[in-house]
T-cell receptor
């Protein structure tokens, strides 16, 4: 079975500092995609960043970047220059070609200290 | 571009009652998902449609939950009868292709008393 594990239920970071959220996944598939989604208190999930497994280069979106370690099945999210608006639940997710569905981890609640 | 529309935003019912949720995906998005998100947990996929056909409903409790997607556009998710453990946020999402970005609605928060 495909699984996504987020081992940090909560994280806290000082404003303007850098924080890394961890995610591991388990799959025997060769064709898959990885995502980080943000869910603010409004409940609306927003895509933060997306990584294709076949790409070796780590994805980057402005202050957000990933560290994709394929052999270790690790997909961590780094947020640089943390801002108050980054406070939210962050979910790691994976999608698999054979199942063509996307499953989510349990989430990490990120708080930002002013 | 209009986003994914869901209604109602909140619903409170008593156990054994029935309830229905509605979702209108982004125009042109072939794939539609219903997720259940229990408080403190990640979203769990209930059912996935490709156009108006079901791709995956392996985690849908079919004795009480049903879903349909008429004409490959709008979708409804129904629970009958509801149980206390069905209290959750029900999220609808759509995507152009399954490997792409999921666009989510604001969800329906269901409380079963």
């Amino acid at each position: 079975a495909q699984t996504v594990t987020q081992s940090q239920p909560e994280m806290s970071v000082q404003e303007a500092e850098t924080v890394t959220l961890s995610c591991t996944y388990d799959t025997s598939e060769s064709d898959y995609y990885l995502f980080w989604y943000k869910q603010p208190p409004s409940r609306q999930m927003i895509l933060v960043i997306r990584q294709e497994a076949y790409k070796q280069q780590n994805a980057t979106e402005n202050r957000f970047s990933v560290n994709f370690q394929k052999a270790a099945k690790s997909f961590s999210l780094k947020i640089s220059d943390s801002q108050l608006g980054d406070a939210a639940m962050y979910f790691c997710a994976s999608g698999y070609s054979s199942a063509s569905k996307i499953i989510f981890g349990s989430g990490t609640r990120l708080s930002i200290r002013p | 571009e209009a986003g994914v529309a869901q209604s109602p935003r909140y619903k409170i019912i008593e156990k054994r009652q029935s309830v229905a949720f509605w979702c209108n995906p982004i125009s042109g998005h072939a794939t539609l998902y219903w997720y259940q998100q229990i408080l403190g947990q990640g979203p769990k996929l209930l059912i996935q449609f490709q156009n108006n056909g079901v791709v995956d409903d392996s985690q849908l409790p079919k004795d009480r939950f049903s879903a349909e997607r008429l004409k490959g556009v709008d979708s409804t998710l129904k629970i009958q009868p509801a149980k206390l453990e069905d209290s959750a946020v029900y999220l609808c999402a759509s995507s152009l292709v399954w490997q792409g970005e999921l666009f989510f609605g604001s969800g329906t928060q269901l409380s079963v008393l």
